[in-house]
């Protein structure tokens, strides 16, 4: 999947972390739960801002850093 249409850093959103677009949800706020044995259903229950397309946008996006090389966040 393509995570970047998904995921941005904006400095004027949650000091730039790493959010998804349109929402002030940090994308380690859903990759914690995923860690944690939430389920996609409970996630997006407590984000309603997110949609399920999400979800897997996050797991690309962390594939992608433990490949160990510099990833290019879309502003």
């Given at each position: 999947?393509?995570?970047?249409?998904?995921?941005?850093?904006?400095?004027?959103?949650?000091?730039?972390?790493?959010?998804?677009?349109?929402?002030?949800?940090?994308?380690?706020?859903?990759?914690?739960?995923?860690?944690?044995?939430?389920?996609?259903?409970?996630?997006?229950?407590?984000?309603?801002?997110?949609?399920?397309?999400?979800?897997?946008?996050?797991?690309?996006?962390?594939?992608?850093?433990?490949?160990e090389r510099v990833?290019?966040?879309?502003?």
């Amino acid at each position: 999947m393509d995570w970047k249409p998904y995921i941005t850093a904006d400095p004027k959103v949650m000091h730039g972390a790493v959010c998804f677009r349109g929402t002030r949800v940090p994308v380690s706020a859903v990759l914690d739960n995923l860690a944690a044995g939430e389920t996609a259903e409970r996630i997006l229950e407590q984000h309603p801002s997110l949609k399920l397309e999400h979800i897997p946008a996050a797991i690309a996006y962390a594939a992608d850093l433990a490949r160990e090389r510099v990833v290019p966040i879309p502003a």
